[in-house]
């Protein structure tokens, strides 16, 4: 059995940590971790299926020898060190939105568009973590119904911003609690107790990036430039697990009884669904967990073909490190690396 | 100057407290104010305008006598002790949900509506907390452009259900600092880092009774029955302030800048609309203010005439003890009471 020597730029943060968890329950062969960071985290000893692996500084050199590296660096880095990596003969799976939308570059959910590898790929983007929950319940409806337009509202955990926006949330909570100022550091408002519609820049069509990744990314997955996708993004008070609010158009007409069906049976989605008995999706019960969850599913009155859906999932697993490593997986189980 | 009696039904509860310091604040003559409460309540002294009342326990023949009583003590009690004032020669302006949709009972947001009222009511209802603040901002731009449909998403604030529900999110949140299991006792799930995509009770559709106000009493409100509203409400861990993101269909089209022009001139709306500067409407800063704050106003690109809207309001205030003292400054200013 071919074992795989691999590299992780950006050990040290938080989606880092993840994807040496998630890489270590997979089923890819490891021969080799090469745990690069910061010189900030350098030095860390990480403990990898019983071997003890040291996290080194990131240089381009340590990137010579290694058959796949994941990225999870932020844009800049990626930007900079990915075709370092890919000079060496790395497949590079990066976690940040640089490559996203370079029209050479795979913007891969395996359960969605797997089958756009090919295995010629020398860089492979993985999608923000807001767009991937939403096309794995969007993809199978829109097989069946074929989707026109999509109106999506975020409520997203602090945890997609890194540990500097987790620590926020709790010193503020903590300050809270023993009568002290809540201070902001990281974000430009608190959100201890307050909601803040703003993630990422702003451009100059009032939008944020994030709100752009979500319409143009949710394009490029599903393979059809005609679904329109119009989204505001918002930060809430929940460290782990991002929520939203689908309302989508469809061509054909879909039951809430049909899409419940076609979604009980797409792979990497769960349907959480029985109000009576207050059972629905939320973070609580999607940390932790691989899976996206969705419940809520009713008809929009509105429409002629119109569906209401809640969604919600695990940001740092299958929103980030668990579909990096799912793509790599994806890979090697098909020989495509 | 005539002076009235007033009467408060649910005075201790928090919107009944609001209330007090509404009316205080108002331009509403007071000769005499009756604070009625469950026995719990009940001896509690209240300083009004520099004079002390007393919390009775509420009993029906305790209305006689009064010129106006706002009742706000639930769906339960307004239906059954409503009638009792009425029949006593009160006014009342009820805030809870049971009235609201009687075709004989006006449904009033002063700002949007207010020329229903005539003077001959005997009973006038309060808009549900997270409709009168989508009505104030939907009511300009469908005068200027009629509204075809909306599809609205809520991030409310615990207060919205009660002293009970703002001491759970505040045990929740010291358990947590304090290293102790977080317990719930008011909602079905924990709401401490966490959002309930549950607001009131879940009918057959698998609406909520809360999306079907927002569905309802807006059409009521705005007066036209063909304004479609579709609605997925979320309580979310804020103290106080409800956010919501609206995204409208009109049928002529207005630019970002022209509904901010027409918003910015509209009563009781502030628009707080300058990203670039991190300026938008959020919980804390509505918080205490009677406005209702509008921003991140920008084009819906997926529709020929569409726009984004995210809306924020102190649901106590505005929400709902602002708006029922409004209603009664609108009667006696205009010499209706």
Same mark, same amino acid.
């Given at each position: 059995?071919?074992?795989?020597?691999v590299g992780i730029v950006g050990a040290g943060g938080m989606v880092g940590q993840e994807m040496i968890?998630?890489l270590?329950?997979?089923?890819?062969?490891?021969?080799?971790l090469r745990l690069l960071a910061t010189e900030r985290s350098a030095?860390r000893?990480v403990?990898?299926?019983?071997?003890?692996?040291?996290i080194e500084p990131t240089n381009p050199e340590r990137f010579?020898?290694l058959?796949l590296a994941f990225f999870s660096a932020g844009r800049g880095p990626s930007r900079e060190l990915a075709p370092e990596a890919v000079?060496?003969?790395v497949l590079v799976i990066d976690n940040s939105s640089a490559w996203r939308?370079?029209?050479?570059?795979?913007?891969?959910?395996?359960?969605?568009?797997?089958?756009?590898?090919?295995?010629?790929?020398?860089l492979i983007a993985n999608?923000n973590c807001?767009?991937?929950?939403?096309?794995?319940?969007?993809?199978?409806?829109?097989?069946?119904?074929?989707?026109?337009?999509?109106?999506?509202?975020?409520?997203?955990?602090?945890s997609g911003s890194g540990y500097q926006a987790?620590?926020?949330?709790?010193?503020?909570?903590?300050?809270?609690?023993?009568?002290?100022?809540?201070?902001?550091?990281?974000?430009?408002?608190?959100?201890?107790?307050?909601?803040?519609?703003?993630?990422?820049?702003?451009?100059?069509?009032?939008?944020?990036?994030?709100?752009?990744?979500?319409?143009?990314?949710?394009? +490029?997955?599903?393979?059809? #430039?005609?679904?329109?996708?119009? @989204?505001?993004?918002?930060? %809430?008070? $929940?460290?782990?697990?991002? =929520?939203?609010?689908?309302?989508?158009?469809?061509?054909? +007409?879909?039951?809430?009884? #049909?899409?419940?069906?076609?979604? @009980?049976?797409?792979?990497? %989605?769960? $349907?959480?669904?029985?109000? =009576?008995?207050?059972?629905?999706?939320?973070?609580?019960?999607?940390?932790?967990?691989? #899976?996206?969850?969705?419940?809520?599913?009713?008809?929009?009155?509105?429409?002629?073909?119109?569906?209401?859906?809640?969604?919600?999932?695990?940001?740092l697993?299958?929103?980030a490190a668990?579909?990096a490593v799912?793509?790599?997986?994806?890979?090697?189980?098909?020989?495509?690396?």
């Amino acid at each position: 059995m071919q074992k795989y020597r691999v590299g992780i730029v950006g050990a040290g943060g938080m989606v880092g940590q993840e994807m040496i968890r998630m890489l270590e329950k997979s089923s890819i062969p490891v021969s080799e971790l090469r745990l690069l960071a910061t010189e900030r985290s350098a030095g860390r000893r990480v403990t990898f299926r019983g071997e003890e692996w040291t996290i080194e500084p990131t240089n381009p050199e340590r990137f010579s020898g290694l058959d796949l590296a994941f990225f999870s660096a932020g844009r800049g880095p990626s930007r900079e060190l990915a075709p370092e990596a890919v000079k060496r003969g790395v497949l590079v799976i990066d976690n940040s939105s640089a490559w996203r939308m370079d029209p050479g570059v795979p913007l891969v959910v395996p359960e969605v568009n797997g089958e756009v590898l090919t295995g010629k790929e020398k860089l492979i983007a993985n999608p923000n973590c807001s767009t991937i929950q939403m096309v794995l319940v969007l993809k199978p409806l829109h097989d069946a119904a074929r989707i026109k337009r999509v109106v999506v509202t975020t409520f997203q955990a602090v945890s997609g911003s890194g540990y500097q926006a987790v620590m926020e949330l709790e010193d503020q909570v903590r300050a809270y609690v023993e009568g002290r100022e809540m201070e902001k550091k990281f974000y430009p408002h608190r959100i201890a107790f307050n909601v803040l519609p703003h993630i990422d820049k702003f451009d100059e069509t009032g939008y944020t990036a994030e709100e752009w990744k979500m319409v143009r990314e949710t394009q +490029k997955i599903m393979g059809d #430039e005609n679904i329109k996708v119009t @989204a505001t993004t918002v930060r %809430v008070p $929940v460290f782990r697990g991002h =929520s939203e609010t689908i309302n989508i158009e469809t061509e054909k +007409k879909l039951t809430p009884g #049909e899409a419940r069906e076609i979604l @009980a049976r797409s792979p990497g %989605v769960v $349907v959480v669904d029985d109000p =009576s008995q207050d059972l629905y999706p939320m973070p609580i019960i999607a940390a932790g967990r691989e #899976e996206t969850f969705v419940g809520r599913i009713r008809e929009d009155f509105t429409l002629p073909n119109g569906l209401n859906l809640w969604v919600v999932a695990d940001n740092l697993l299958k929103g980030a490190a668990g579909n990096a490593v799912q793509i790599a997986e994806y890979l090697v189980e098909r020989g495509l690396l």
